[in-house]
Structure formats: C-alpha cells, structure tokens
C-alpha cells in the first residue's frame, strides 16, 4: 500500500508565502511523476503544477513566476512553495503521485493526497 500525506496549509494574507509538503510512504519502487491540483468551492480540480522523475517542470499560467515545485527523493517528498499569494488562490490542494509499487511489476499506479486547505485573506 502506498500513502500519501499532506502538510502545510492554513490562512495567509494576501501576497503572503506558504510552502505545501507532501509525503509518500509504502511500498515505492520508484515515483515517475509528482504534481500539485487544486480545488476551489464550486470549481472543478485543476492543474497547478507538476515536476517528472527527469527534472521537468510544468506550471499552471495563473501561477507561473509565483510557485515552485521541487522534491527530495530521499523522502519521497514534493513541496509546492507558494508567494505572492492571491485570493484566488484559494483551494483545497491536493498532491498526485504516480507511483511504481515494489514487487508489483513496472505499471504506475496514481496516488491522491487527502488535501490540504489554503485560504487567502484580503
């Protein structure tokens, strides 16, 4: 089994910094890809940013220039540093994982955080 775990959210004020951590634990072999989504009330999920097991990194438009994405896979960790925080920013995020299980052949398997819940205030 493979969990993911989620840390690092709260309220913050308008052009603030929060830096979202996400954590996997279980039977990894090896992590091919590590994204953040996010959800805002009534919104469907949608992409914020993502970094491949080779270094590249891809960002929403909203939020280029503002986040970043980076890991340690020592720790089997993704971080999403957040400034210049905007009260649409507001969302839960989620973290997304596509993992290769130990023992369980080469297939991927995609793994969601429970979420971590950001509120920007003016």
């Known amino acids: 089994q493979v969990q993911l775990v989620e840390s690092g959210g709260g309220l913050v004020q308008a052009g603030g910094s929060l830096r979202l951590s996400c954590e996997a634990s279980?039977?990894?072999?090896?992590?091919?890809?590590m994204g953040w989504y996010r959800q805002a009330p009534g919104k469907p999920r949608e992409f914020v940013a993502s970094m491949t097991s080779d270094g590249n990194q891809r960002y929403a438009d909203s939020v280029k220039g503002r986040f970043t994405i980076s890991r340690d896979n020592a720790k089997n960790t993704v971080y999403l540093q957040m400034n210049s925080l905007e009260l649409e920013d507001t969302a839960v995020y989620f973290c997304?994982?596509?993992?290769?299980?130990?023992?369980?052949?080469?297939?991927?398997?995609?793994?969601w955080g429970q979420g971590t819940q950001v509120t920007v205030s003016s």
């Open positions: 997304n994982m596509q993992i290769v299980r130990l023992g369980a052949g080469l297939n991927s398997w995609s793994h």
């Open positions: 279980g039977s990894i072999y090896r992590i091919n890809y």
